[in-house]
């Protein structure tokens, strides 16, 4: 079975833009959710998502938002990208929500 | 919220020996304890984990304990080998009532194993 995918790996983004990151679960998942890794806030949760509902929703700004789609796959947007947004972005996916959660090999977002 | 601290943040052993990674949590309704590998520029893989009516859980060189009356749990790693250098996170997860599980996550501990 294929893991986790997420595009772009990589992406660079001036102040102001936004930003649209994309995941494919495994398979037959139907849970995902984000995460934000940066060296001084470690991982932090963003949102995760089950049957196109958000379900659950991390301390992060309005500007940071998601969808998921009826095949599973989600997106997750950053509006007004600021220099702190820079991060790892990382997405998980799991066969139901409360499931172990099996991580892709995330984006990394540089904002200049 | 919950709230996860991780100790220690480094930590070095001698090939062979064995490493000890310590987690403690604040909400007692918490029941998913899984923990996490990192390697350098690669995605977090679960490597093992515990549900809160499990004391203990071990998957050949790597053991978990629980104790859910002082609120914390251990990842035990035995026989260390170099490629076990890596940075390893603790998580812990609410039960759902209704919505999504959400992982809180410890601040990671770089392990090195030294030849």
């Known amino acids: 079975k294929a893991g986790v995918t997420q595009t772009p790996r990589y992406l660079i983004k001036t102040r102001g833009q936004q930003v649209t990151l994309s995941c494919s679960p495994i398979s037959g998942h139907r849970s995902v959710s984000w995460y934000q890794q940066t060296p001084g806030q470690g991982l932090q949760f963003l949102f995760e998502?089950?049957?196109?509902?958000?379900?659950n929703k991390g301390n992060f700004p309005g500007r940071f938002s998601g969808r998921q789609f009826s095949n599973s796959r989600s997106e997750m947007n950053v509006s007004t990208l600021e220099l702190g947004d820079s991060a790892l972005y990382l997405c998980?996916?799991?066969?139901?929500?409360?499931?172990?959660?099996?991580f892709g090999p995330g984006t990394r977002l540089t904002v200049l | 919220g919950e709230n996860v601290e991780q100790h220690p943040s480094t930590l070095s052993v001698q090939e062979g020996d064995s490493a000890v990674i310590k987690c403690t949590y604040s909400d007692s309704a918490s029941n998913y304890f899984p923990w996490y590998k990192q390697e350098l520029g690669k995605r977090p893989q679960l490597i093992i984990d515990i549900r809160s009516n499990v004391g203990e859980k071990k998957d050949q060189r790597i053991a978990v304990t629980l104790n859910k009356t002082a609120k914390h749990f251990s990842l035990h790693i035995t026989e260390t080998q170099p490629e076990d250098s890596a940075v390893y996170f603790c998580a812990a997860s609410n039960p759902p009532s209704g919505s999504a599980r959400q992982l809180t996550f410890g601040s990671g501990t770089q392990l090195t194993v030294l030849p």
């Open positions: 998502y089950f049957s196109e509902t958000q379900r």
């Open positions: 998980a996916s799991s066969l139901a929500m409360g499931d172990e959660q099996f």
